[in-house]
């Protein structure tokens, strides 16, 4: 079974940076596209990055774009979310999620895998 694990989140400034990592195990990293989405306590997940198999192809929600990057490593099963210039707002759960299928999306319910997620905290 597809095992993610995140790591890297804890608590930091404003215009801080942090880079999240997701290592894959279980399967073929290489053959899934890779999302990442965030959760605020007492609201949905939402979608903030994805990049496709061979990471070729990437796509960040227009809240983090130009401040956040996706990328990821296939030789070691793992993709990561760096995060520049934190705001207050970017604090949230983030959670690294795999998905079956050709293609990237932003919708959650094309991503089969699920990790833990790390907390990030950005105070003012």
């Known amino acids: 079974q597809v095992q993610l694990v995140e790591s890297g989140g804890g608590v930091v400034q404003a215009g801080d940076s942090l880079r999240l990592s997701c290592v894959f195990s279980g399967g073929t990293f290489g053959r899934h596209a890779m999302g990442w989405f965030r959760q605020v306590p007492g609201e949905g997940r939402h979608f903030v990055a994805a990049i496709s198999r061979t990471g070729s192809s990437t796509r960040l929600t227009n809240f983090v774009k130009g401040r956040f990057n996706i990328s990821r490593d296939n030789a070691k099963d793992t993709v990561y979310l760096h995060m520049n210039n934190l705001k207050p707002e970017d604090t949230a759960a983030y959670y690294c999620?795999?998905?079956?299928?050709?293609?990237?999306?932003?919708?959650?319910?094309?991503?089969?895998?699920w990790g833990r997620g790390t907390q990030v905290t950005v105070s003012a």
């Open positions: 999620a795999a998905k079956t299928t050709i293609g990237i999306s932003e919708r959650q319910d094309h991503y089969a895998f």
